[in-house]
């Protein structure tokens, strides 16, 4: 049956959608995304996930811009750089709250265009967010397909997608045991996402992604055989304002701020290489980033109570909320 509604949000509650149709057999779920703030916050065939799950993607791929994007240290990731929601311009985080049919299908992969594609290999419109599933797509040109490893859930529908991170990135299919050294030199950025998974692995939270595909829409023209809904937009703020309140709560979990007071003019700076390193250091023991060296630092759910902290009232140290905009689909 349907789930209960709960009352309607206080007063950050930006806006709320309502549509004739309400997903059977449904759930609610609050989501969080990081793109572009001209995109909008509706994750019309975009990727969410829960706090600890989009937890992931900030620690993997966006805050790591500055170590895995920096000559400094011979380290040039090209699914990190070229990734626009983690170097595009304006960034911001949305919390959406979504109603959802809780029979889950698999979990898609959704960029935004540029340059005609998904950065993947697939065609995509510039400015428009695409997606594809494992088995939907060629895997080589003999005309055999990708079947996804670990993919607990029929093949992309229209219901949401969705991925459990330790099953994915911890069950072995995945190579994130790269801090080595190579010669004399290593990359301190392998070596603080092979601590990051092992975090993941030492943990009981879910860290969860979604996938919402426009064909499952309730606000679509398919909304007649809807199973995905939102809410409301609960709170958008910038990535900056976000990267300096989960990075503050971060570094006071360590009793010096000799690392940071190191950096110099750099201090305060969220993507400066020095800034990130001591923010890893502080999150996953100050010998981390090298081969060997011991994991210790904060819990997940540790951080993930960090990585919250920004959704707060501004008087209870939150950010400021943004204005929402239109979503990109009614742009383009």
Not at 9 to 24: G, N
Not at 251 to 263: E, W
Not at 295 to 304: L, P, Q, W
């Amino acid at each position: 049956g349907t789930v209960a509604r709960r009352p309607d949000p206080p007063a950050i509650l930006i806006k709320m959608l309502t549509h004739a149709v309400t997903p059977p057999d449904s759930e609610r779920l609050t989501v969080y995304h990081v793109n572009e703030h001209k995109a909008g916050a509706i994750p019309v065939n975009m990727d969410t996930g829960n706090a600890a799950g989009d937890l992931m993607f900030d620690l993997m791929m966006v805050i790591m811009v500055p170590l895995a994007c920096n000559a400094q240290n011979g380290s040039r990731s090209s699914w990190i750089c070229g990734n626009p929601e983690a170097i595009g311009e304006d960034l911001v985080v949305n919390k959406v709250t979504l109603e959802v049919d809780k029979h889950y299908s698999e979990y898609a992969k959704c960029n935004v265009g540029i340059n005609g594609t998904d950065q993947h290999g697939n065609e995509c419109e510039d400015g428009r967010y695409c997606c594809y599933c494992d088995h939907e797509r060629p895997w080589s040109k003999n005309g055999s397909y990708a079947y996804s490893y670990d993919a607990p859930y029929p093949a992309c529908e229209k219901t949401i997608g969705r991925q459990d991170l330790r099953q994915h990135w911890g069950s072995g299919s995945h190579q994130w045991d790269r801090c080595r050294y190579n010669g004399s030199t290593y990359n301190v950025d392998s070596c603080y996402q092979s601590a990051v998974i092992q975090k993941l692995n030492n943990t009981k939270m879910h860290a969860l992604w979604y996938s919402s595909l426009a064909r499952g829409y309730c606000a679509s023209p398919y909304r007649e055989d809807c199973t995905w809904d939102v809410v409301s937009v609960d709170k958008v703020v910038s990535r900056e304002c976000h990267a300096r309140v989960f990075g503050h709560a971060i570094q006071q979990s360590v009793p010096s701020s000799a690392c940071l007071d190191a950096c110099g003019a750099q201090k305060t700076n969220t993507s400066s290489w020095c800034w990130t390193d001591c923010f890893y250091r502080a999150a996953l023991g100050a010998e981390s980033g090298k081969p060997g060296g011991k994991v210790r630092g904060m819990s997940i759910e540790e951080m993930v109570c960090a990585w919250e902290k920004p959704f707060q009232a501004e008087e209870e140290g939150g950010c400021p909320a943004l204005k929402q905009m239109p979503p990109w689909f009614k742009r383009t």
